[in-house]
């Protein structure tokens, strides 16, 4: 490659402090007369929360881009399509004059955004009221008034339902104050700009803040670092900082009111620096540079010698560039830590790669028109290109060369995906897609006495791989109801009354062109309500999550509900009739393991129950993923994996700063951590309960270069890859291995340094496997041959000793139960493992309340192997207890549930059996009642139950072995 000519990168930030503080001077002069207050559009009111400075700011903050509004509907509702009427009140008094605002949330749009659209605004007559205008569907409402905090909620509007009536209450104002500085030094980082984005549900892991610009709050540090919002309304908000040389910043879930001063930590920004060069590898001077794969898409142009130099926050990029009909990416990925900086990051520019196909129906094999298909980095955030199939299905996009994921979404259809696709300079790779059609859901809604429920809201949408849109409808006077236009998969159906806070929720497969059927029962419900304290009776540090997980479920899914503290720990939960067992946890908890030994409580129709709760503590184990280079890796994955009986891994995430929390296991264990990012791999650590902080420290990636080989036949015009452990089992650190080229060669720049087997599936179907040991940072080549046709492995499960279907079970194929099977077994026990290459498999088994089982299965080519009935045996109780969980209710100890074929269910013992006393003691409540029945393995104990009627029975068991 010709020699680069010696030119300093051009920098994107300010060299010469005399001139820009002028500037700044200027510029904080036009932003205090320019730009309007926050939620102020030219010639209107205020209205919404203020962002302020301190007296002695400098206000000289740099001027930024203004976010745009929300763009509005493409065709406005009208009343003919139905309408809210709102109700705005503030301590119980209705609120004339107070601005309402709706927005229309759509489905994602392909890049993982869902497609906000502003439906209308308004403002309350003398009584408070408003009607607008709303078609069918998910709506942000927020109201505003002078004096007073926003108030927003999400509501549906019902197919069918002529008007909707919501009551938005506002609140009384309140403040955050804050400060940002340097994180790990404590100085102050002024014009820092600061964004809180509102939540409207509780602060579990899923929840999604709202960054509407006209809903969102923006301060800007002063020279101290101090920032000031006024006019919050109470609640939880994700907070955004952002400073020039410093790493963007995001906290998820920021209490408002905070106890004191909130202290915002910023990392230094990390630099890239490089150069853009032409085909023949002369300067690209005006070449525009894309760095992609975190939260923002940073974006730069190259200088008259073709360099560049761009600011971003610490983490693991693709940089691409463009320049007329030329692109390029820079080889493999660009890991910067926290104020690193990459330097001789290169992008050679030459011909676009190609990926090209056709959608069509799975029904009929037709061609879909008007479908979109988006391409994405593979495994990263980022939008580079999008294209629309024609009348005869076809789609063609020009990308840089590298790997893509790809979403294929069209109305009347169910979304689909391609991940791995790999894309190369001036060749195509085919890729073609094809959609499911939709499917309809039916049924009727009764009380516990079997009378219909007319208007009842009910739900639908998909468990996982949804595009995050929801069905809604109401039950008619009949408590009937159907859905229609529902994806193709495993769907849940939610059924609640408005005058409750409660889902009852049902899961059911759905097929293209059927509709099933599911009914609910809604039973009365109670109302659970308690205070939730540090282990050591100390306040909690901030509001907490309680999360109720039903003892039994129906539909294949638990329902849960959850509800947030208020300041000083107390909180009341609205719960259907039944067993749940509680947990409090901080919010944005990742993981929470469910166990036998979590508080317990059974809630009667009507009535209301007390029960204190002690905040879960999440950090059994902590510590920080590090690059090979000893900086923090931002967003690494921290893969935990518990051996033994009960065999089991789950994923966690590092955030930002490569800090990870585990949390703790309710009982003693050794687990092992390793650490994964983008192909480069840490040790596997054992590390006992209770250590202390840890380090995981990545090795560089490998670089494999490979054939596909075929001995006879025609060579192979593309295959899918997988990269497996050398024993053929799926990598527990790997979320999704498989990649697609086109051609028989392969190149990856990623590959973990382990000893690994490498799985090609062909276009045509031929398979084939071979084995090869990478070492970081080293380059290895490999040939795999092909050999033939993939397998197949069925059979049936079946529980032990009975012999009964087992349905539910999950099937893991070569790794260790997690938390995607690969499949489930049917209503009647069977199962299926689709495309299992030939040789020797592991297959686990992993049945609800019941004990892992494995097998061993070895297939050969092309060969459909039945494995017949493969029993599951119920979960073992505990040594030493009596297999039986505990609720207290006023003084009252029931039993909550009983662990299958334990010591007390085979005793005689019945869930919601009133506990009386244990080996003649009186048992007075749930911990009691766990002490009591505890003992040495073998040993009998005699307990005094009273069922429904009064009718009192004395039991004999024998304590589990």
């Known amino acids: 490659m010709p020699s680069i000519p010696a030119e300093k990168p051009v920098r994107q930030r300010p060299l010469f402090p005399l001139v820009v503080a002028a500037a700044l001077s200027v510029a904080a002069l036009l932003l205090l007369w320019l730009r309007p207050t926050l939620g102020e559009t030219p010639g209107t009111a205020t209205v919404g929360p203020r962002a302020t400075t301190r007296p002695g700011s400098p206000g000289n903050a740099p001027a930024r881009t203004s976010p745009r509004p929300t763009p509005p509907l493409d065709v406005p509702a009208t009343l003919a399509d139905g309408s809210f009427v709102v109700r705005v009140r503030a301590s119980g008094a209705p609120v004339p004059g107070a601005r309402v605002r709706a927005w229309l949330k759509g489905p994602e749009d392909g890049a993982g955004q869902p497609s906000w659209r502003r439906a209308g605004e308004g403002t309350t007559a003398q009584d408070g009221t408003l009607r607008l205008p709303s078609a069918p569907g998910l709506y942000l409402l927020s109201a505003q008034a002078q004096g007073h905090a926003p108030a927003r909620r999400e509501v549906p509007r019902h197919q069918g339902e002529p008007e909707t009536v919501v009551e938005l209450s506002l609140p009384a104002s309140t403040s955050l104050r804050g400060r940002t500085v340097a994180e790990g030094r404590g100085e102050p980082v002024p014009l820092a700009e600061v964004t809180l984005r509102p939540y409207t549900e509780p602060g579990n892991p899923s929840a999604q803040a709202h960054a509407l610009p006209e809903e969102v709050a923006v301060a800007t540090s002063d020279a101290r670092g101090h920032f000031d919002f006024t006019g919050l309304a109470p609640g939880r908000y994700e907070l955004v900082a952002e400073a020039p040389g410093f790493s963007r910043r995001t906290m998820r879930f920021v209490a408002v009111p905070a106890s004191g001063e ?277 306040p909690l540090p901030e509001p907490a999550v309680v999360r109720a997980m039903a003892k039994e479920g129906s539909g294949g899914l638990l329902d849960m509900g959850l509800a947030e503290t208020d300041a000083e720990g107390h909180y009341q939960l609205e719960l259907r009739a039944g067993v749940y067992q509680l947990t409090a946890v901080l919010p944005g908890a990742r993981y929470t393991y469910h166990h036998v030994d979590d508080p317990a409580v059974t809630v009667e129709p009507g009535a209301s129950v007390m029960m204190d709760l002690t905040l879960l503590n999440e950090r059994g184990l902590h510590g920080v993923v590090l690059e090979p280079s000893g900086t923090p890796s931002p967003g690494a994955l921290v893969v935990v994996t518990q051996a033994g009986d009960f065999p089991f891994s789950f994923p966690v995430d590092a955030d930002e700063e490569g800090r990870f929390n585990v949390p703790p296991h309710p009982q003693p264990t050794t687990l092992t951590l390793r650490a994964h990012h983008a192909g480069r791999l840490s040790v596997p650590l054992p590390i006992p309960e209770g250590a202390g902080e840890l380090k995981l420290q990545l090795q560089p990636a490998a670089t494999l270069h490979g054939r596909v080989v075929a001995r006879s036949g025609a060579a192979p015009s593309g295959f899918t890859l997988r990269l497996l452990n050398a024993d053929g089992s799926v990598p527990a650190w790997a979320r999704d291995t498989q990649r697609t080229f086109p051609g028989g060669e392969f190149l990856l720049t990623d590959a973990p340094g382990q000893p690994l087997k490498v799985s090609v599936r062909t276009t045509d179907g031929r398979t084939g496997e071979a084995q090869v040991t990478l070492s970081p940072g080293q380059r290895a080549d490999v040939e795999v041959p092909l050999t033939g046709g993939a397998a197949s492995i069925s059979g049936r499960v079946v529980w032990s000793p009975s012999g009964a279907p087992a349905s539910g079970v999950g099937l893991y194929l070569d790794r260790a139960p997690g938390s995607a099977a690969d499949a489930h077994s049917g209503p009647d026990g069977r199962f299926r493992l689709a495309d299992v290459t030939p040789g020797a498999h592991t297959v686990q088994l992993l049945a609800p309340e019941g004990r892992p089982e494995t097998r061993t299965v070895t297939v050969a080519t092309s060969e459909a192997v039945d494995v017949g009935d493969v029993q599951v045996t119920a979960r073992k109780a505990n040594a030493g207890s009596v297999g039986a969980g505990f609720s207290e209710n006023q003084g009252q100890v029931s039993i909550a549930w009983l662990t299958p074929e334990g010591p007390a269910a085979r005793g005689g013992v019945r869930v919601g059996d009133r506990l009386l006393s244990v080996d003649g003691q009186v048992v007075r409540n749930r911990t009691e009642a766990e002490r009591r029945t505890q003992g040495a393995p073998g040993t009998p104990v005699q307990v005094t139950v009273r069922r429904e009627g009064g009718v009192e029975q004395t039991l004999l068991l024998t304590r589990a072995d």
């Open 262 to 538: 909130l202290e915002v930590g910023l990392w230094p920004a990390s630099t890239l620096e490089g150069f853009v060069v032409g085909a023949d590898g002369q300067p690209a001077p005006d070449a525009e540079v894309r760095v992609l794969g975190g939260p923002t898409d940073f974006r730069t142009t190259t200088g008259a010698g073709g360099g560049f130099s761009l600011e971003v926050s610490g983490g693991t990029y693709w940089v691409v560039a463009r320049k007329g009909g030329q692109v390029g990416r820079a080889p493999g990925f660009i890991v910067v830590g926290p104020g690193e900086t990459a330097r001789d990051v290169t992008v050679r520019l030459g011909a676009s790669g190609h990926l090209a196909g056709t959608v069509t129906r799975v029904a009929d094999a037709g061609p879909v028109e008007g479908a979109w298909l988006v391409a994405s980095p593979a495994g990263a955030g980022g939008e580079l290109g999008r294209a629309r199939t024609d009348a005869s299905g076809q789609y063609a996009l020009e990308l840089p060369p590298g790997d893509y994921d790809v979403r294929v979404l069209a109305p009347g259809h169910t979304d689909s995906s391609g991940q791995g696709l790999v894309v190369e300079a001036d060749r195509y790779t085919v890729a073609d897609f094809r959609l499911e059609g939709t499917a309809s859901v039916e049924g009727t809604v009764a009380d516990g006495q079997g009378r219909p429920l007319a208007g009842v809201s009910v739900r639908a949408g998909l468990l996982r791989g949804a595009s995050g849109e929801e069905f809604y409808t109401r039950t008619d006077a009949a408590g009937a109801f159907l859905l229609e236009g529902l994806p193709v998969g495993t769907v849940r159906v939610r059924a609640r009354q408005d005058a409750s806070a409660v889902w009852t929720s049902r899961t059911t497969p759905l097929a293209s062109g059927a509709r099933s059927r599911v009914d609910f029962t809604l039973s009365e419900t109670g109302m659970v309500r308690g205070r939730v304290t540090q282990a050591s009776g100390a």
